[in-house]
Structures are given as C-alpha cells and as structure tokens.
C-alpha cells in the first residue's frame, strides 16, 4: 500500500476585497485620465489646462471610487448578515425541515442517500455549522469571509491615483506633447493587464490587449469630441 504524500499549498485571498477594488481603480484612473487628456488635448488646450483638469479628475475619481467601494462592499456586507439572520432564524423555527433541507443539498453534491441522512444529522447537531452550510451552498457566500469595506476602498483611493497619473506625467516631466502622454496611458493600460494577468487564468498579452483596446476606445471617443469643439477662449 502507496502512502498518499501529503503537501502543503496555498491559494491566492479572495475573500479581502482588496484584488477586485485594487484592479478595478487602477484601470479605471488609466482609463478616465487617458481619455480625458485625449479630449482635452485634442480640443487645443494647453499644457497647464491639461495637467489641472487631469488633477482634478484624479482627486475627484479616487475619492469617488473610494466611496463607492465602501458603500458598495457594505451594502453587501449587510445584505449577507441580513441573509444569514434569516436562515439561523428558519433553524430555530423549523431545524427538521432545514435537515430535510440540508440531506437534498448533499444528495445534489453526490452524497449517497443513506449517508446524507447520516452527516445531516451529524452536522444539524451543531446549529452553527450546520448555518455556514446552508448559506454557502444557498446563496455562494461565507458568512466567515467577507471582504472588508475599509480595505476596498483604500485599495480603490491609491490605485486610482496612480492610474491617473500616469498619462499626465509627461506634462508634469515638462513635455507638452500629446502623443507622448497618450503613449504613456497606453504603456500603464498594457501594463495593468499583463499584472492583473496572474490572478487569472488567462495569457499576460491577451489582457494586456484587452486594456489597451478599452483604454484606446475611450480615448479614441474624446479625441474626436475634444477635435470636434476645440477650446473657446473668451477675450
């Protein structure tokens, strides 16, 4: 008889609330300040006006995203705790019927019969596990792991920043050039898919691409607005 080996590994957390936020805001800053300095650039302004609409957006779409992200991840928060009120509630009202319950989820996920009798009335001894039970396979959720909201909406604030910045730094860095900026909004979006690339399961170029398609739209969209009206100076 073979001995199984047993090994150790891990897995990535994704349960903090932190990936999704800290992708989400990273592309989105890439994304607004690319195309808002595309539009702006196009209509004619010059380079200070670009940089201080930049800026403003920056501060604006951080502290956005950082409220909406916590708004959002509490709303969900809430929404589970208010879930599982309900279940551990139809435990003390009905715990037969919620046994009953529990021996159909188990013969669903290939428990044999006889033996989901069995671990049903083994796990239904404790109320508690037998609620984490319940309220993962009912509703995909883990009361244990929600993410946090304070971690999401720090995690939105900060990559978005730095989004933000990258397709002004070549106004800050003194050049006045648009293609340059545009170039480096580009370079940030290619760059942001490959990294967010390792999370998933998909190739590093094929997100790059994707970013950069979505980035090259909307900048593509302004451009040709800020083209369209250019810049009316009042003398």
């Known amino acids: 008889m073979i001995d199984a080996e047993v ?6 957390d994704v349960s903090g609330g932190w990936l999704r936020a800290a992708v989400f805001g990273a592309m989105d800053g890439l994304v607004t300040n690319t195309a808002l300095v595309a539009g702006v650039g196009a209509g004619g302004a010059a380079a200070h006006t670009v940089v201080l ?10 502290i956005s995203m ?3 992200e916590y ?3 509490t709303t969900q928060n809430e929404q589970l705790a208010l879930e599982v009120a309900k279940e551990r509630g139809e435990l003390l009202r009905n715990p037969e019927g919620e046994r009953r319950e529990l021996v159909a989820l188990l013969r669903r996920g290939g428990v044999d019969d006889d ?3 069995q ?5 239904s001894r404790d109320p508690e596990t037998a609620l984490r039970l319940h309220v993962v396979a009912e509703m995909g959720l883990s009361p244990e792991d929600t993410p946090s909201p304070k971690v999401a909406a720090v995690s939105s604030f900060v990559t978005f920043s730095i989004g933000a910045v990258v397709p002004l730094l070549p106004f800050l860095l003194g050049f006045s050039t648009l ?8 370079a940030g979006l290619a760059a942001a898919g490959a990294l967010s690339s390792r999370f998933t399961p998909r190739s590093w170029w094929w997100s790059a691409g994707r970013q950069l398609l979505f980035g090259a739209v909307a900048a593509g969209a302004t451009y040709l607005i800020g083209t369209a009206i250019g810049v009316s100076v009042g003398g």
């Open 179 to 186: 293609w340059i900026a545009l170039v480096c909004g580009g």
């Open 115 to 117: 033996l989901a009798e």
């Open 53 to 62: 609409s930049g800026m403003a957006s920056l501060v604006a779409g951080a």
């Open 71 to 73: 708004t959002s991840v």
């Open 119 to 123: 671990v049903s009335v083994q796990l």
């Open 7 to 12: 090994h150790e590994h891990s897995h990535a």
């Open 66 to 68: 950082a409220l909406g």
